[in-house]
């Protein structure tokens, strides 16, 4: 059974940078899609990024393009979300998913973490 656990979610300042951490247990880990997404209250979960198997395809909500980044490390079993020019807006609780495919609906993901907090002050 595949487990994912995230962390690195805090308070941080507009403008400011976080780095959110995803780490996953189970087998062929470097075989499945992974993806980052948030939901802020009262709002449905949104996609934010995913990254391929791989590691070599990536993809962004059109919101976070040019201020977030995927990444992944299949040795560690662990994905990145490294968030720049962060925004109030960008306030959400962020979670990690398994997939098999790159995709921006959350129904397309079979495993999820429990979520990790980023709040951003103005």
């Known amino acids: 059974q595949v487990q994912l656990a995230e962390s690195g979610g805090e308070l941080a300042q507009s403008g400011g940078s976080l780095r959110l951490s995803c780490a996953a247990s189970?087998?062929?880990?470097?075989?499945?899609?992974m993806g980052w997404f948030r939901q802020a209250p009262g709002k449905e979960r949104e996609f934010v990024a995913a990254?391929?198997?791989?590691?070599?395809?990536?993809y962004y909500a059109t919101s976070v393009k040019g201020r977030f980044s995927i990444s992944r490390d299949n040795a560690k079993k662990m994905v990145y979300l490294q968030m720049n020019s962060l925004k109030p807006e960008d306030t959400a609780v962020y979670y990690c998913?398994?997939?098999?495919?790159?995709?921006?609906?959350?129904?397309?993901?079979?495993?999820w973490g429990q979520g990790t907090q980023v709040t951003v002050s103005s």
């Open positions: 998913a398994r997939g098999t495919f790159i995709r921006t609906a959350a129904r397309e993901y079979d495993a």
């Open positions: 189970g087998p062929a880990f470097s075989t499945f899609v």
């Open positions: 990254i391929n198997g791989g590691a070599g395809i990536t």
